[in-house]
């Protein structure tokens, strides 16, 4: 068993530990917490299982780096606190361990990561021997792995597009939504999240992983941007009101040009409510969805919805990024110490997971 460590108990932590604790090679030896308010409870609890795993959360992080875990899955977020979550994971490769994380998205690519971000990762490999995948949803499997493998049943291929659409008002982190994303600002307020170079530094790194899996040359990495108001006063179930006249939906592209044409396209359609914007892209059900279209011969289309805790999408989309990422601690363990993407880690069946439950 491969003692593994889960640091941070949020959206993606809670999956995080149900995951490990369900992966029939890995074992759950501690967890790690910021709020002080966590230290102490067990992990089952803060997963939300309905028994005890007899592992106590702690915040003394350099403790449980100090006992050197094989594996760790750094699930604290990275959206706010890059440089601090750079340093965390850093620690960690240095002591040893292989780390997976959906923290720091200019790691995605790393290829193409800046120095910034690259080189203190390389250097930890280089002290301590461990070792760095970092991967998510979107980014992550929907605009890498999936639409690269429908494009290997085409037999000819024009453009491939990969869409998130979602309501955010699923999305439990209500900061980040009102903020970065900008839902329920006045349509003056420039959300981070659009501002330029942003979209391409969170989704570029994807765009080139496809393009050098493909085989093409990339002109460049262009962006387009579209921001909707609400017509009327909404109440969400879970962030409360937004206003009308006030920020309801945004859709961008991060087209990858080639031979001066898009031609892998990553889009998002982002709603605070349905009503916003009806004339874009809409999921199935109107809640959420990733989907890849493969503009070609034959045409194909693939829309993928998962739900958890409660069929809630934001939360499904949670639980894949975590299985992806804890489902290859093994792989890299008997891997060589360095930096890894998803073109080089493969996606591999549930092995020894078929009808294995969680109370």
């Not at 460590?5 to 999956?15: K, L, P, S």
């Not at 230290?39 to 780096?65: F, K, Y």
């Not at 489902?327 to 549930?350: H, S, T």
Request: net charge negative.
């Amino acid at each position: 068993m491969i003692p593994t460590v889960v640091w941070g108990t949020g959206n993606v932590g809670r999956a995080a530990i149900r995951a490990v604790e369900a992966h029939p090679a890995l074992a759950l030896t501690a967890v790690i917490v910021h709020n002080p308010g966590k230290v102490g409870r067990d992990a089952g609890e803060l997963a939300g299982l309905d028994r005890r795993l007899g592992v106590a959360a702690t915040d003394d992080a350099a403790a449980v780096l100090a006992a050197r875990p094989a594996a760790v899955v750094y699930a604290a977020s990275g959206d706010v606190r890059p440089d601090d979550a750079l340093t965390d994971i850093t620690r960690a490769i240095a002591a040893g361990a292989v780390v997976v994380s959906p923290a720091l998205y200019p790691l995605y690519d790393h290829r193409g990561a800046p120095p910034e971000f690259r080189d203190p990762v390389l250097a930890a490999v280089a002290e301590g021997g461990g070792s760095l995948f970092a991967s998510g949803v979107d980014p992550g499997w929907g605009n890498d792995v999936l639409p690269l493998l429908l494009s290997g049943l085409g037999t000819t291929v024009d453009v491939i597009r990969c869409q998130e659409i979602f309501d955010y008002s699923t999305y439990d982190q209500p900061d980040s939504v009102r903020y970065l994303v900008g839902m329920g600002q006045p349509m003056d307020y420039e959300p981070m999240m659009l501002m330029p170079s942003v979209p391409t530094m969170v989704w570029g790194g994807q765009i080139r992983m496809m393009a050098r899996a493909l085989g093409v040359e990339l002109d460049g990495i262009r962006e387009t941007s579209d921001r909707r108001a609400l017509d009327t006063t909404v109440t969400t179930r879970s962030m409360g009101e937004f206003e009308a006249g006030t920020q309801g939906a945004i859709r961008f592209e991060v087209q990858g040009i080639v031979e001066g044409e898009p031609r892998i396209v990553i889009e998002h359609v982002t709603r605070i409510h349905p009503s916003c914007a009806p004339d874009w892209p809409t999921p199935p059900d109107g809640t959420g969805a990733h989907r890849v279209v493969i503009e070609g011969r034959p045409r194909i289309e693939v829309t993928v919805e998962c739900t958890d805790e409660d069929d809630n999408r934001s939360a499904g989309g949670n639980a894949t990024a975590v299985g992806r990422l804890v489902g290859a601690i093994d792989w890299l363990v008997d891997a060589e110490p360095g930096l890894y993407d998803a073109l080089d880690v493969p996606l591999r069946p549930a092995a020894g997971k078929l009808g294995r439950k969680q109370p």
